[in-house]
């Protein structure tokens, strides 16, 4: 499965299920080692990582480490992050995150 991107990338998912980045001679910019990348507002991508979700630029660089439970974007370009807290019974914490 390839998923073009504008850079000339494309997120690649393989056999395996583990997916990453591949130029278009299918060199590697990002390894495939997540469990899933999806683009999320056409500048970034969205990444899992044992069952947490992170943002990367499409080039492959994390910009927000893969910690919470679910990353949306938002109208002037940043993101929501939730993340679901043990320590205080399982309180749900909601964060907006400019890049």
Same mark, same amino acid.
């Given at each position: 499965e390839q998923i073009p991107l504008k850079n000339g990338y494309f997120i690649v998912? *393989?056999?395996d299920g583990y997916w990453g980045i591949v130029d278009d001679e299918n060199n590697y910019a990002v *390894? +495939?080692?997540y469990n899933m990348i999806s683009p999320? =507002? /056409? =500048?970034?991508l969205r990444f899992? +990582? %044992?069952n947490k979700w992170g943002v990367m630029s499409i080039e492959g660089d %994390? *910009?927000?480490?893969a910690k919470y439970n679910s990353i949306e974007s938002y109208?002037? /370009?940043g993101f929501v992050v939730t993340k %679901?807290?043990?320590s205080? *019974? /399982?309180e749900i914490t909601t964060e907006k995150i400019k890049i």
């Open positions: 998912k *393989l056999i *390894l +495939a080692q999320i =507002n /056409g =500048n970034y899992q +990582a %044992v %994390v *910009l927000i480490d109208s002037d /370009g %679901v807290d043990p205080q *019974l /399982g």
